[in-house]
Structures are given as structure tokens and as C-alpha cells.
């Protein structure tokens, strides 16, 4: 379940990119599989040694181009160890909800990404979001949890203010919005509730067998309720230099 286009962001072969806490890995499977030399990145070490995994079986069995080159690695999105103005593409996917200092994990995202790169950052957009936090403290107040609820508008703001240029708004996942009320209705944790295990069962044969009823369906709801919205930004080619990293 992709909430990026990555024709967007023009990646394939020969294009360095990273996925900023990249969890489970999906959007670096995607980047892989279409060429590019990927890092996927997060705090999370037990997640990056599955991803690696994922990443060496895709190449033994042939799923990327031969030039493909990925790699899953640990550590802070507040202190990237990479250089100045390093990726093509840098990916921040509903990471930044997380994160007190999201200010400074922007700055962090600005500074590896060369002039005239391309950026995307998603987050859970404002009303859906909202609706969840009215239906469920326990919803975003656990450890590791959203911290904040981002308009549109504002995170565009920041990000312009960090040094970006916003080329584009789209939104994602309108079939997940009630998916995460029901839940948050029911209680977070009561997966056996029936109205959550139907709703559930839903969206795994949609992911699995993409028909065109759901596909047509929720391009068509994603602008309502959408459960996700995505930015997409570029570093301006003049933008001025860095600091390198320590």
C-alpha cells in the first residue's frame, strides 16, 4: 500500500534515494524495485534488519535491476549521518506526526537533499485524524504515538520555511479513514470486534486483488477522505549551502 507516486518523483535508475523512517519498508521495496540505490532508515533496529532481509530476497530473486543498490540502516532522523546535499529523493511518510522536533527533523531531510532534488512528505490528514483523537485517547496517547495533527496548509508552511518549494498536494487512503474510526469507536485494541474484522478483511482482498470497483472507487473519495495527504517539494537549485553533519 503505496502513499506515494513515485512517478512523481521521477525515481528509477541512477537516482539516490532514502526513505526517512521507513518502518516496515514499503516505500523502499517500491524505490528498489524500480532501480534506484535506496537507504532505508529508522530508529527501529529489528525493523531495518527485516527490510534487509526483504531487500537481499528481492535481489536474489530477480525483482530489481541488476544496477539496484539498497541498503537498511538505524539511527536518528534529528542527526542523519549523511553529508550535505546527498540523496536525489528524500522520503519522510507519515513519520513527522510522530516526532516532538519536527522542525529539525525537516531541517535534517533539507540539508542531505541536493539542490533541485525532489522531496514527499505524508502525513494523516487534518479531519480524519481529528475525528480519530475525538474517538479515542488511547488512539495516540501511547508511547511512540501522534503528537500532533497537521492542517495542510501549516505543514506546507514549515517546509517552505526549511527550505523547500511545494510542487504539489495529493491525498491517499480514503478506504483506511472509517477503517480507523471503527476502530477507534470499538477501542484500538479489539481487533475481533465483528464491524473491525469485516471492514479489515475489506481492505486485504482490496490491497491483494486491486479491483477496478475499489481502485476507481476510492480515487474518487480521496479528496474527501482521503486518510492521508502527501506534499511534494523541491530543493531549490540556488538553495544556500549547509553545514555537513558531525
Not at 478483511?201 to 474518487?220: C, F, H, I
Request: proline share 5%; charged share 25%.
Amino acid at each position: 500500500m503505496l502513499t506515494v507516486d513515485f512517478d512523481r518523483l521521477g525515481v528509477g535508475p541512477g537516482v539516490k534515494a532514502i526513505d526517512i523512517g521507513a518502518g516496515q519498508g514499503r516505500h523502499s521495496f517500491e524505490m528498489f524495485r524500480r532501480g534506484a540505490d535506496v537507504i532505508a532508515f529508522d530508529m527501529s533496529e529489528s525493523d531495518m534488519a527485516d527490510v534487509g532481509e526483504m531487500f537481499d530476497a528481492m535481489m536474489a530473486e530477480g525483482h530489481v535491476p541488476a544496477s539496484a543498490k539498497a541498503r537498511a540502516e538505524v539511527g536518528d532522523a534529528l542527526r542523519l549521518p549523511y553529508a550535505d546535499n546527498s540523496f536525489d529523493v528524500v522520503l519522510m511518510s507519515e513519520i513527522l506526526e510522530h516526532v516532538p522536533s519536527d522542525e529539525a527533523a525537516m531541517a535534517e531531510m533539507v540539508r542531505i537533499l541536493k539542490p533541485g532534488g525532489l522531496a514527499a512528505v505524508t502525513v494523516p490528514r487534518y479531519w480524519p485524524e481529528k475525528v480519530c483523537w475525538a474517538l479515542s485517547d488511547e488512539y495516540h496517547e501511547v508511547e511512540g504515538g501522534h503528537v500532533r495533527i497537521y492542517k495542510a496548509s501549516e505543514l506546507a508552511d514549515k517546509l517552505t520555511t526549511a527550505g523547500l518549494e511545494v510542487t504539489g498536494t495529493d491525498h491517499a487512503h480514503a478506504l483506511h479513514a472509517p477503517y480507523w474510526w471503527l476502530k477507534c469507536a470499538v477501542g484500538v485494541e479489539n481487533n475481533d470486534n465483528f464491524l473491525v474484522k469485516g471492514y479489515h478483511q475489506l481492505l486485504v482482498w482490496d490491497m491483494m486483488s486491486k479491483p477496478w470497483v475499489t481502485r476507481v472507487g476510492e480515487q474518487a473519495l480521496n479528496p474527501f477522505i482521503g486518510k492521508s495527504v502527501a506534499l511534494y517539494l523541491r530543493k531549490p537549485i540556488d538553495a544556500p549551502a549547509e553545514s555537513s553533519a558531525s
